[in-house]
């Protein structure tokens, strides 16, 4: 009988860089592929029951999966330097709340679209576009420099 193949279980950092994103950024694209795989790993067998549930008075699985999902893509539109919209505001208003339409699955698809959009992004740019200054939020405040 055929042996099953293995998952890669290297950390992307060390898998070396990712292609066509600038080395600046090398290190959030590993952080975000290395979450995309694990949100999809540990949670490969996870029971549906418990995605809403509120454990110890913690926020749910489902919480932390809309709020990752949210966070990447607000983080992504203050980097393209616009304005959240109307539907982010809506989204972040409902992070938490159990949805019909909400299950693992679609949760974790969620979060890999935006990983991707993400690299995409960062795919298109140099370090020199990276330096551009960018405003954060309502009160356009602007990042430290460091």
Known sequence: MAEAPRKDTTE???RGPVK???AVLQPAAHALL????????YLEDFPEELLWE????KASIGFHMQHMTGVL??????????SLTDAQFEYLKNEGVPN????INSLKAAFSKRVEDALQYFKGHT???LKEKR????KKLYPPRF
Do not use: H
């Not at 405003?135 to 309502?138: E, F, I, P, S």
């Open 54 to 57: 509120k454990l110890e008075g």
């Open 12 to 14: 992307y950092w060390l």
């Open 34 to 41: 290395q979450s995309s795989k694990e949100l999809n790993e």
């Open 20 to 22: 066509d994103i600038p």
């Open 73 to 82: 893509d607000r983080m992504m539109t203050y980097a393209e330097g616009k």
């Open 135 to 138: 405003t954060v939020g309502r």
């Open 127 to 129: 370090e020199e576009t």
């Open 100 to 103: 019909g339409g909400l299950d």
